[in-house]
Nanobody, 123 residues
Framework: VQLQASGGGLVQAGDSLRLSCSTS????????MAWFRQAPGKEREFVAG????????HTADSVKGRFTISRDNAKNTLYLQMNSLKPEDTAVYYC?????????????????WGQGTQVTVSS
C-alpha cells in the first residue's frame, strides 16, 4: 500500500489543521493506521492510531482531547483533526499502515509509511 500525507502548514497556537493520508494499492480497510510525528532532534513518536475496522482508536496522552483520528474506508483516506495546536506540536507528521488488527504504538511494527507533512505552530 502506498501512502501520501498532506495538509500540513504554518499556523498559530490555538489554530486547527486537518491532515489527510491518501492510500492506494492494497485494500486500505485491511490495515490498522496511525499517525506518528518527529520533531527536530527527537525520536519519532506515536500520535494516534485506529484499527482496520475503525472501531478502536488510541491517542497519545500528549494530544488527547485535542487531536482526533478518523478514517474513510470508502475513500481510502486517513485523517487527523488537530485542534488547539501548541508550539510543541511542531513536527513532521507521518501516516503509517500496519497489517495488525489493532494499531501498535511502536513504529517498527508498521510496514508502510507516507512521506511526511510538516506542521509548524508559532507562539
Amino acid at each position: 500500500v502506498q501512502l501520501q500525507a498532506s495538509g500540513g502548514g504554518l499556523v498559530q497556537a490555538g489554530d486547527s489543521l486537518r491532515l489527510s493520508c491518501s492510500t492506494s494499492g492494497r485494500t486500505f480497510s485491511r490495515y490498522s493506521m496511525a499517525w506518528f510525528r518527529q520533531a527536530p532532534g527527537k525520536e519519532r513518536e506515536f500520535v494516534a492510531g485506529m484499527a482496520w475496522s475503525g472501531g478502536s482508536t488510541h491517542t497519545a496522552d500528549s494530544v488527547k482531547g485535542r487531536f482526533t483520528i478518523s478514517r474513510d474506508n470508502a475513500k481510502n483516506t486517513l485523517y487527523l483533526q488537530m485542534n488547539s495546536l501548541k508550539p510543541e506540536d511542531t513536527a513532521v507528521y507521518y501516516c503509517a499502515a500496519s497489517v495488525r488488527g489493532l494499531p501498535p504504538v511502536v513504529d517498527s511494527l508498521y510496514g508502510y509509511w507516507g512521506q511526511g507533512t510538516q506542521v509548524t505552530v508559532s507562539s
